[in-house]
T-cell receptor, first 114, second 117 residues
Framework: DSGVTQTPKHLITATGQRVTLRCSPRSGDLSVYWYQQSLDQGLQFLIQYYNGEERAKGNILERFSAQQFPDLHSELNLSSLELGDSALYFC?????????????FGPGTRLTVT | ELKVEQNPLFLSMQEGKNYTIYCNYSTTSDRLYWYRQDPGKSLESLFVLLSNGAVKQEGRLMASLDTKARLSTLHITAAVHDLSATYFCAVLSLPSGGGGSNYKLTFGKGTLLTVNP
């Protein structure tokens, strides 16, 4: 158990809908990262937040957005969902550590768009 | 843009045999990571490699890093069935725009390892 929690574990929804995925980082970690894992694209970095501020963006679609709240939990919002958005979405957190920069991954949310 | 290539992508081994998974990356990086993923599960950190020549071992797995060649290897010794999983290497990079706290991991496609009795 990495200490990162994600809810829900599974989500099934229809095309065109909007969903919110939630992540709580490990205690004390200020950075939260979101990744998408799909069969065709592999594991892709989406976005990073550090202490409430967006710090880095990867291959995140405009239909997707995220935020990190004052209590450091983060939410990933996916809207106008398409079949191709079906994937496993991971959240990771990392401590403020200038040596290892290790990221600890949550259990993931499996999103199925029908 | 940083690219990370793993090979092989699929590896079927017999128990007791040795094999190596390779991870090449395209630009200079500070850190390289190996993760294990069981089907439908999260990523479990195996190794963090920090510098050229770094070698780390845990049980039947040994990882090494050659930053000059931009190559990391994950060597499996005397494989056992419990090692069956997908193994990912990931390279740390600073996104453009710099700053002290923005890092991202670029992953290889993963190597699906199956160890047969």
């Amino acid at each position: 158990d990495s200490g990162v929690t994600q809810t829900p574990k599974h989500l099934i929804t229809a095309t065109g809908q909007r969903v919110t995925l939630r992540c709580s980082p490990r205690s004390g970690d200020l950075s939260v990262y979101w990744y998408q894992q799909s069969l065709d694209q592999g594991l892709q970095f989406l976005i990073q937040y550090y202490n409430g501020e967006e710090r880095a963006k990867g291959n995140i679609l405009e239909r997707f957005s995220a935020q990190q709240f004052p209590d450091l939990h983060s939410e990933l919002n996916l809207s106008s969902l398409e079949l191709g958005d079906s994937a496993l979405y991971f959240c990771a957190s990392s401590p403020r550590d200038r040596i290892f920069h290790e990221q600890y991954f949550g259990p993931g949310t499996r999103l199925t768009v029908t | 843009e940083l690219k990370v290539e793993q090979n092989p992508l699929f590896l079927s081994m017999q128990e007791g045999k040795n094999y190596t998974i390779y991870c090449n990356y395209s630009t200079t990086s500070d850190r390289l990571y190996w993760y294990r993923q069981d089907p439908g599960k999260s990523l479990e950190s195996l190794f963090v490699l920090l510098s050229n020549g770094a070698v780390k071992q845990e049980g039947r797995l040994m990882a090494s890093l050659d930053t000059k060649a931009r190559l990391s290897t994950l060597h499996i010794t005397a494989a056992v069935h419990d090692l069956s999983a997908t193994y990912f290497c990931a390279v740390l990079s600073l996104p453009s725009g710099g700053g002290g706290s923005n890092y991202k991991l670029t992953f290889g496609k993963g190597t699906l390892l199956t160890v047969n009795p």
